[in-house]
């Protein structure tokens, strides 16, 4: 148990270390601001953390350029148009909803409605089967004996 408490200890501040003091914004509104969008922007090197979490390069340079962006006055759809325009639908850690990411959205449902079609016919064609084999003459005359018929 002492071990568990150990490495989680150890570990906890791994993420905490991503966001270098030198990158900060004097400005709280602003570092705030910078904060929410690196934490929806994927890094491309480790892909399934945000920026804000990642200690790679590239992450550290979106995150300056996150904030560079926001020092010259862009909106926060304006960053994140900007990062997207050269990054691409990929670097968004929740895609938006358009014809690109159609399918994306759509599989799920699409794939549930199938699952529960395929459900029903299934269910139905197995109602009217009858399970199991029709007793022999044998069986049927011990039955009636068991049964006092």
């Known amino acids: ?13 791994i993420s905490a270390f991503a966001v270098n003091p030198d990158e900060v914004l004097p400005d709280k509104a602003l570092e705030s601001r910078a904060r929410t969008i690196s934490a929806e922007l994927r890094c491309m090197v480790c892909q399934n953390q945000s920026i804000d979490d990642s200690n790679a390069d590239l992450a550290r340079d979106l995150r300056l350029l996150v904030r560079k962006r926001l020092l010259n006055g862009d909106t926060d759809q304006q960053v994140l148009d900007y990062i997207v325009s050269r990054y691409g639908e990929f670097v ?12 994306l959205w759509g599989a799920p449902v699409a794939l549930f409605v199938l699952g ?34």
């Open 1 to 13: 148990m002492r071990l568990l408490i150990l490495f989680v200890l150890l570990l906890a501040p």
């Open 92 to 103: 968004l850690l929740k895609p938006r909803f358009g014809e690109k990411t159609l399918l």
């Open 116 to 149: 529960g079609l395929a459900l029903i016919v299934y269910a139905r064609r197995r109602a009217g089967k009858p399970t199991g084999t029709r007793l022999t003459a044998e069986e049927e005359a011990r039955l009636n004996d068991l049964l006092g018929k």
